[in-house]
């Protein structure tokens, strides 16, 4: 490029053949902008903190601020986003431009019950293993057969009866039961719709407090086809929409 000296003119600010000669970074500061989904938009406000990873080093995690949520919304196929300004607490060894994602946790409940989100049945329902069941003499096919079909959802699986609970704090790995159940009640996962052709069943594993906090919705779901998950609390799990990458600090 040109090497340019003292006196000589670069252009005036209205003129479209300007030539930007420096770019000058303020670098006692960063910001950037995330994307939040407008199913969370109203759970954002200004002064919450949000937890930042970095492509340039994904073994670190940095804090910053919410300082501005906008009310101007981006859409696209029908989606529609808002840009929130995050500042850093500090700089790091963070440099302008470095990708990163920021994370904001919209709902928490400390000292949660939680159960596997795919153990909920619709209407709030849960398979709970029947312990008075067992301990009776086991009883003729048919009258198993019986028992499984009471069920208004569909079968209710052998050994297990139907539960209606409360729910609190959802994400996409667990659900807080504010009632309805006790710690150490073993629960049916139902996982069939990961299972490949030939799979089946699926495992009954204790419901767990366990002092540990639940997070806000939208941590990426688990795997694991046709195997029961206990329930955990889920440590501080991402809320939904809220998880999204934006660069150019």
Sequence with gaps: GKNYKVGDKV??????????MAVIYDMSS???KMSVDEK??????????????????PDKEYSGTVTNVSLESTSQNGVSTYPVTVTLDETYDLLPGMNVD???TLESAKDALTIPSNALMRGNKVYVRDNSASEAKAGSKSDESKAANSSGDGLIPAGFKEVTVTTGVINSDYVQITSGLNEGDEVYVDETADMSVGETGADGMPADGG?????????????GAGEGAGAEGAGGADAGG???GAGGQ
């Design 11 to 20: 252009g005036s600010a209205g003129d479209n053949k300007a030539t930007t």
């Design 30 to 32: 960063y910001t950037f």
């Design 40 to 57: 969370d938009i109203t759970k954002v406000q200004s002064g919450q903190k949000v937890r930042i990873k970095s492509d340039a080093f």
């Design 102 to 104: 920021g994370y904001i």
């Design 211 to 223: 002092g540990a906090d639940m997070g806000g919705a939208g941590a990426e779901g688990a795997g």
């Design 242 to 244: 809220a998880d999204a």
